[in-house]
């Protein structure tokens, strides 16, 4: 197979294939706000990205969903999946490819990589025995379980002991291969204590795994054998193969993997990490695909403290959480008050406390306020001076400068939160400077120059935060650009077409490019706390 050679041009990422036994839930929402926010961060660099996620739709799991509801697993699965797009619409994600691991094509895909790995010799039929967790989709090892044989992941669910014969994948024979592998490309497994896990569990002692069922009818049978289907994780993770290929291309290896492959970055949750890290880039080396280039896996989300669960009565529901405070307010929370990578945790009243002092009183307030000073300060809604004024000791000045590296930095290592942060100190040091600088007592002294100076200090800082922000907060940061006199919308689709290259809006001093400002209004109001019943 001739891949095409792909540059720094182009970057392709995924979020998981979720299952769809259920709606979408927060932990969903996460990894997909994450993923849109490295797609937008790419496309501002002037890359040609591919943005995939998609439902995994086979397995007992989701037929046993479809059975407790009455209904054929297809039909159950149609219903489910509009649930995910439509979130994923509400929460204002741009992606490219919504992959289904039911689809035609997909089927087409899978039985052309089994014959590879068919081929290869890595595929035999054996005896399969133990513990097995349906919500997982994966056999437990007996020192794993909890008391009274309880999931180590779903605590609350009990495993079932399997007893059948099934096609296996010689998961051993790369064990040497796979810890090559790792020490050749330490980023391959992110974070750092991610890498730890898979290299601790692979010094272990990898273990052929099953990758077909018995007696299950939800799922492409196997190629060599009807009476078996396939697994649903040999089955799941080549959806990520099938998502490449073009509308109207071929459903082929060949046609599939011509110009987007090897994936630069899976993001998924450290529940699936085994999965990604090691099952995955086994069956590539079976099938001799290149590896992809990063799986990053992020830590859980926790509700006031407590792992959330139906059982608990504590879960939270994305969709109501967007309907009730916005995209932008919940993509910021997530991703400013979380280390990807961590646990985090959702609290409301924090939530609130967050939004309030970082979008409404610091950033909103600051722009708002200093646009009413532009209307009564100077004539024509117009600064009538450059960058070039603007001496380098200017503590914005000072900030902005080196800003946009810092953050492009924080954005390339997926530290949502460092990006935030430290944009946010440019904002609150220009509340600081507006307040030491007084422009309206400067104004009363005649000294015009002098405002106009503070004034275009402190909006070109808030440009600079809206621009480096817009991946996270793409609605506020459009809305900021337009009073700002700026004709871009962070939310079209080929944002390089509509904006300069990163290079160039990330640094200090466009406005003075562009002095044309707009009326202000709110960006973001500040939130009330919900009344009690």
Not at 361 to 379: E, F, H, I, P, Q
Not at 398 to 416: C, S, W
Request: aromatic fraction near 12%; hydrophobic fraction near 40%.
């Amino acid at each position: 197979m001739n891949l095409v050679d792909k540059t720094d041009k182009t970057f392709a990422l995924t979020t998981p294939l979720y299952y769809v036994n259920d709606v979408p839930h927060i932990g969903s929402a996460y990894t997909t706000i994450a993923a849109d926010v490295v797609a937008r961060f790419q496309k501002l660099k002037g890359h040609r990205v591919l943005l995939i996620t998609g439902t995994d739709e086979h397995g007992q799991k989701i037929q046993r969903s479809a059975e407790t509801l009455g209904k054929a697993p297809q039909e159950f699965c149609d219903e489910i999946v509009p649930s995910f797009v439509s979130l994923w619409e509400k929460l204002n994600i741009q992606y490219d490819r919504f992959s289904r691991t039911t689809a035609p094509r997909h089927e087409a895909i899978v039985k052309e990589f089994f014959g590879r790995v068919w081929q290869k010799g890595d595929i035999y039929q054996g005896q399969q025995k133990g513990w097995y967790c349906v919500a997982c989709e994966e056999f437990k090892e007996e020192r794993e379980l909890l008391a009274d044989k309880r999931c180590p992941i779903h605590t609350n669910k009990q495993v079932e002991w399997r007893d059948e014969q099934n096609y296996f994948f010689q998961l051993s024979k790369y064990q040497t291969q796979l810890e090559q592998f790792y020490q050749s490309h330490p980023d391959f497994i992110q974070p750092e204590s991610r890498r730890n896990e898979v290299l601790s569990f692979v010094s272990r002692g990898l273990q052929d795994f099953s990758i077909s069922r018995i007696n299950l009818d939800w799922g492409f049978p196997v190629p060599t054998d009807p009476k078996q289907t396939l697994y649903v994780w040999f089955d799941a993770l080549l959806g990520y193969v099938t998502a490449l290929l073009e509308p109207d291309a071929d459903p082929t290896l060949d046609n599939a993997l011509a110009t987007w492959w090897p994936i630069n970055l899976h993001l998924i949750g450290k529940d699936i990490l085994r999965f990604h890290a090691v099952y995955w880039p086994a069956m590539l080396m079976s099938a001799d695909l290149p590896m992809p280039k990063t799986v990053f896996g992020h830590g859980f989300l926790t509700k006031d403290g407590q792992k959330m669960g139906k059982a608990l009565g504590n879960t939270l529901d994305p969709i109501a959480l967007v309907e009730r405070y916005g995209s932008d307010a919940v993509r910021y929370y997530f991703l400013k008050e979380i280390e990807f990578g961590k646990d985090g945790d959702f609290n409301e009243s924090r939530f609130i406390n967050v939004l309030n002092a970082d979008l409404a009183n610091d950033l909103g307030n600051l722009l708002n306020r200093s646009l009413n000073m532009v209307k009564k300060y100077c004539a024509g809604n117009e600064l009538s001076i450059s960058d070039e004024t603007i001496s380098a000791d200017n503590p914005l000045k000072k900030i902005g400068l080196d800003l946009g590296e810092k953050v492009q930095q924080a954005y390339q290592t997926l530290a949502f939160n460092q990006a935030c942060e430290a944009i946010l100190s440019l904002v609150q040091a220009s509340n600081k400077f507006i307040d030491d600088q007084a422009p309206w007592s400067l104004y009363k002294q005649g000294q015009q120059q002098e405002v106009e100076k503070v004034l275009y200090a402190v909006l070109e800082a808030v440009r600079l935060s809206a621009y480096l922000l817009a991946p996270v907060i793409p609605n506020i940061s459009s809305e900021i650009y337009q009073q700002l006199g700026f004709g871009i919308n962070f939310n079209e689709q080929n944002q390089t077409a509509n904006a300069a290259p990163f290079s160039i809006h990330s640094k200090w001093g466009l406005l003075s490019n562009k002095q044309l400002l707009g009326n202000p209004q709110p960006i973001f109001k500040r939130i009330e706390p919900p009344k009690n019943d």
